[in-house]
C-alpha cells in the first residue's frame, strides 16, 4: 500500500489556475502508472488524467488541453496543472494509482466559483 497526501486545491475564478500536487509514501510509487480522480458532490468518483510510467499521458475529452499531468519519481510526487478552469471542475480531487487504486487520501477540495 502507497499513503498520499494531495494539497494545492482551493477557491479560483472561473478561468483560474491551479496547480494539485500528490506525494506518495514510498519509492515504489515510480513503478506505477499514476492518475488523478475527481469526486464531484453526488457522483461518483471518475478518473480525469493518467501518466504511465513511460511519460505517455492521457486525459478525459473535459479536460484536454486544460489540464496537464506529470511526475517527478524522484520525489515521489505527481502534480496536475489546471488551467481555464470552469465551474464544472468544482470537486475533490484525488491521485492513486491507475488501475486498481490503494487506499484513498483525503484529497483536496478544488471549488471554481465567481
Known amino acids: 500500500q502507497v499513503q498520499f497526501v494531495e494539497s494545492g486545491g482551493g477557491l479560483v475564478q472561473p478561468g483560474g489556475s491551479l496547480r494539485l500536487s500528490c506525494v506518495g509514501s514510498r519509492t515504489i510509487f515510480s513503478q506505477y502508472a499514476m492518475g488523478w480522480y475527481r469526486q464531484a458532490p453526488g457522483r461518483k468518483r471518475d478518473l480525469v488524467a493518467g501518466?504511465?510510467?513511460?511519460?505517455?499521458?492521457e486525459y478525459v475529452d473535459s479536460v484536454k488541453g486544460r489540464f496537464t499531468i506529470f511526475r517527478d519519481n524522484a520525489n515521489n510526487t505527481v502534480y496536475l496543472q489546471m488551467n481555464s478552469l470552469k465551474p464544472e471542475d468544482t470537486a475533490v480531487y484525488y491521485c492513486?494509482?491507475?488501475?486498481?487504486?490503494?487506499?484513498w487520501g483525503q484529497g483536496t477540495q478544488v471549488t471554481v466559483s465567481s
Open positions: 492513486n494509482r491507475v488501475p486498481s487504486p490503494w487506499d
Open positions: 501518466i504511465f510510467i513511460n511519460g505517455v499521458t
